[in-house]
């Protein structure tokens, strides 16, 4: 049988395979969100060039208006991936950009019938990613504790086989969503997915993102908030998608997330393709508001649950758009079926 060669690059001790989408070291492989992996063929192409963060923009996000966050993000997702834990593989150059502190070597082509297995190696739970959030991971008995218990679920309920490695990297994640512990990310790997196909279905850039537990002394006002919230049918008049997620809630009405606007229609207010971006507002007698370029932005929770989001232009114009729960604490919500 003959051999499919594929193109990689390598550099350092991995090698981007740039037909499977995917990085290896040794028998490890990883395959890469599309963003990580145009980020990171960007930067290996350039390897040990300052490569600015405009020339980033465009490689990676060529039709999409983004800020600092999503490249940061996009970053940190690759440095988790490479065990790049110290940045000496990936360095930031303050203000200007960042470098792949390596050199390309000669690629060969590899043999397609080579098959790879594993899974990205746990982070240090001690450190935090670019946007200052802590990186969860259970402790060791915690690990112990509930690969025990899901092996035996697994049994019970004829689950089928399941990787152990695979549930060492999903149920960290598992474990913060049903303790509720406040600073770990809360949404399960599966939840995840599903709000990655909404978004794709609805032209949707989605950055990357992680829900916080709420502490204690967040109150139900804000704490209803919490989630991703997708619009159905867009924003009235036009129908420009829109999504919004609330990732984090402090004790004084503090409020963080991002929003994402689809590409605009006819009637859009706004021109332009696809973008997405950050926020950080406060929730006053159970409205939250944040002020962004384009206006003031208001969200309410209405009886049936849903959030009524409204955007009052500088030039005196509002536009409104119905948001229904996508996620939302303390439970997935079966309201997602209603969006697609």
């Not at 990085?23 to 492989?29: A, E, F, H, L, Q």
């Not at 990205?120 to 739970?125: F, I, L, S, T």
């Amino acid at each position: 049988m003959d051999q499919i060669l594929r193109n990689v690059l390598r550099f350092d001790r991995f090698v981007l395979d740039l037909s499977r989408g995917s990085v290896c070291t040794g028998d490890r492989s990883v395959v890469l969100r599309p963003k990580a992996f145009e980020l990171l063929r960007y930067l290996c192409e350039h390897a040990g060039q300052l490569v600015s963060k405009e020339a980033l923009y465009l490689a990676v996000w060529p039709d999409v208006v983004v800020g600092d966050d999503s490249l940061s993000q996009c970053v940190h997702e690759l440095r988790q991936i490479l065990g790049d834990t110290d940045r000496r593989l990936i360095k930031t150059i303050p203000r200007r950009g960042y470098l792949l502190d390596a050199r390309l070597l000669d690629s060969e082509p590899l043999d397609a019938t080579t098959e790879f297995t594993g899974h990205p190696e746990p982070v240090d739970a001690s450190r935090r990613d670019d946007a200052g959030g802590p990186i969860a991971r259970a402790s060791w008995a915690t690990r112990q504790g509930v690969l025990m218990f899901s092996a035996a679920m697994l049994v019970l309920c004829g689950a089928g086989f399941i990787w152990r490695d695979a549930l060492a990297e999903l149920l960290p994640r598992q474990v913060a969503g049903m303790l509720g512990v406040a600073g770990e990310n809360i949404m399960p790997e599966r939840d995840a997915m599903r709000i990655a196909d909404i978004a794709a279905e609805k032209q949707l850039p989605l950055p990357l993102y992680r829900i916080h537990a709420p502490g204690a002394g967040v109150g139900d006002d804000a704490r209803k908030f919490v989630g991703v919230w997708v619009s159905s049918t867009g924003w009235v008049n036009s129908d420009r998608q829109f999504m919004m997620i609330v990732t984090n809630v402090d004790s004084g009405g503090g409020v963080t997330g991002y929003f994402a606007n689809g590409p605009a229609k006819p009637y859009s207010h706004i021109p332009g393709p696809a973008f997405s971006g950050s926020f950080k507002g406060n929730v006053t007698n159970g409205v939250m508001r944040y002020d962004g370029h384009a206006g003031m932005h208001l969200a309410s929770l209405t009886g049936d649950g849903r959030i009524q989001f409204k955007l009052v232009f500088q030039d005196g114009g509002t536009g409104v758009v119905m948001l229904d729960p996508a996620w939302t604490l303390p439970q997935t919500s079966a309201a997602l079926q209603h969006t697609r």
